[in-house]
């Protein structure tokens, strides 16, 4: 049972324009959620992340919103570059002993001219 | 340049051979994982080192063996697997295990079983 989702594995914008990427979670006890990005051939890179105490956070062209009572989280890349053309995948962290990431599936995003 | 790096990047391999995959961080982490990838699925957690002492085994199979001989090494040793065991193998660091900072990622070994 997938405890993060992201519903769309696809999504493709127009450069320039706003590009919205959207994640869904199951587990109210989340204390993070991170956004990495992924090029072919390399390992996922981090992004931006947000506390579960937080609805917004912001970094450049990069904002994440987090909605708790829907349990809901985007992100928000404005303006896209084709550079930003990867597949991204929204993750979910728990803290303890160990933090433990639990990703969704990966949406890829292709930036066009 | 990442701070995790892994070899090989790629590995194919029989269902009787005995593999080594490494794995070294240069980021002064203490916390050291291991990720599988198959094909459309999500990453999944297999194993979690912190300060060398395993703190979490996420059902794997006992082909798989891991090994954290200090906090900048970490080993996955591979015996008689499966073909299903083909995958994208993943390791990560982070600073602190107890802590919300983010995993740092290598770019993986390729698998494939023969």
């Known amino acids: 049972d997938q405890q993060v989702k992201q519903n769309s594995p696809s999504l493709s914008v127009q450069e320039g324009r706003i590009s919205i990427l959207n994640c869904d979670y199951t587990n109210s006890m989340f204390d993070y959620f991170l956004w990495y990005k992924k090029y072919p051939a390399e390992g996922p890179t981090f992004l931006i992340s947000?506390?579960?105490?937080?609805d917004k956070n912001e970094d450049g062209r990069f904002t994440v919103f987090l909605n708790k009572s829907a349990k809901h989280l985007s992100l928000h890349i404005v303006p896209s570059q084709p550079g930003d053309s990867a597949v991204y995948f929204c993750a979910a962290l728990t803290i303890g002993t160990a933090s433990k990431l639990t990703f969704g599936t990966g949406t890829r995003l292709q930036v066009t001219l | 340049e990442t701070g995790v790096t892994q070899t090989p990047r790629h590995l194919v391999m029989g269902m009787t051979n005995k593999k080594s995959l490494k794995c070294e961080q240069h980021l002064g982490h203490n916390a050291m994982y291991w990720y599988k990838q198959s094909a459309k699925k999500p990453l999944e957690l297999m194993f979690v080192y912190n300060f060398k002492e395993q703190t979490e085994n996420n059902s794997v199979p006992s082909r798989f063996s891991p090994e954290c001989p200090n906090s900048s090494h970490l080993f996955l040793h591979l015996h008689t697997l499966q073909p299903e065991d083909s995958a994208l193998y993943l390791c990560?660091?982070?600073?602190?295990?107890?802590?919300?900072?983010?995993?740092?990622f290598g770019d993986g070994t390729r698998l494939s079983i023969l």
């Open positions: 947000i506390s579960s105490i937080k």
């Open positions: 990560a660091s982070s600073q602190d295990p107890r802590g919300g900072q983010p995993q740092h």
